[in-house]
């Protein structure tokens, strides 16, 4: 058996497969506000952060390592896990002192985690992916490397906020004391990796590269990026590796307190991204994944490492080798659900009637489908701008909105992924949204390609799973054959007949934005 752990933003979470049977033998997580109030981060972080400032407590996802695996004691035989694997919320970063790797070789089983390694944080919170706050050492790190296009050309994003390099330089201008008594400087799925591994491990290419840190073509830190953020800050980092490198045997503190085998065996962890693109099978160029939550998200695997030359992509490691892409967009359900209250429809009216009585206007009506603040394209928007019929743009029927804003989301998702240059021949549509038939149909027009449902919940976790197996080798492919099915009868084929009619609109919908941002 293989085991899968994802330490996401609110739980951590295990996936045990057996690859022979192709059957999912366990699931469980352990919520962090749920079971560890003494945190007092109900939703996974410590709420009141100042200045954009937003930090979790290491301490908690060490207790919540330890529930989960007297949890997973309780349920399976874990002498039988083979290989961990695991995944990680993306960016947040975990200061520790020079006693770190001692301490972690010495992790005594009749003590906790928290006792025997709280000593060696140098910075007693960690910034999160939600930490805002880092724009000045953004502008900084941009300025010494002589613009914000090098350090995309380079690390594949822009310096962002909540990017691990911007989130070290303010640490080290913050308390350069204790920027100096820290020795290793690890992520959060690294820092998992390596209380399990009993050793520190390296961060991996998918999560690494959402450190503005890494340089992808070289695949290895960047001097000038590590120069420009902080002093002999590559001292503080192993060098990356792929996540399927094998690191060793287990730490003897699990094997002794939970039952695993002496000869399980450690591969890496990665961003949680990286692993969804292996759960949701979605690893090879041309596949797509697009995940329709508060916000949006579009990944999909990349040949080489290109980047957005409008920076507002992003580009991680493939956990299966080569590259790929993340884009967020930020109107996502907040967008669909301000104009569903606004109209004052229900769910159903949204889906049937609104999208099904309307198809002879696709592509008629055009609407930039922003609420508030949109991070792709980068623009303060206060409210969405429309254009087309006086019916449409006085919102006296109301079913012809419903369809621009959708169109408008899509097409923007479009417009804005063009620059990885992969053609588009499948997607998998996830999150709350995709369940929604009419949504998931006009997905499949506006970007011409299938669109597929998975019935897959865990999406990190049960691809840390494969990654654990193929990195003991189990061939990827042949696993996503058998773990990542669509769900039957779920596949939706594009309305040819709208092909031409959406690549038109593609072209009005980027000359109306243009002229508004
Ligand atoms: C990606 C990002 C988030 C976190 C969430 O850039 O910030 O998706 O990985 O866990």
Redesign the pocket.
Known sequence: MFLGLDS??QSLTAVLIDPTSGVICCQISVNFGGDLPQYQSPSGFLPGGIAGEVHANPLMWLDALDLLFTRLAEQTDLSKVKVIAGSG???GSIYLDETFEDRLAALDASDTLVNQLFPALTRATAPI?MDTSTAVECAEISAALGGAGEVCRRSGSTAVE?FTGPQIRRFFKKDPNAYERTARIHLVSSFIASVIAGKSVPIDFGDGA?MNLLNLATQNWDADLLAATAPELGERLLPPALATTMQGLISPYFVEKFGLSAGCRCALFT???PASLVGMGATTPGNVVISLGTSD?FFAAMPGPKTDPNGYG?VFGNPAGGYMS?I?FRNGSLAREALRDKLGLDWSAFDREALSTTVKFAGENLMLPFFGPEITPRHDFAAPVLKGSPSFESGSDPALQVRALLEGQFLNMRLHSEWMEVKTERIRLTGGASKNEGIAQLVADVFQAPVERLDVSNSAALGAALIAAAADGHDLPALQQVFCQASPGAALLPNTLLAGIYQTALGCFKTLLDSNC
Do not use: A, K, V
Request: hydrophobic share 15%.
């Open positions: 996401s933003t919320q993306q960016h992916w909540r959402g961003g949680d991204n998200t992003h993340l967020c």
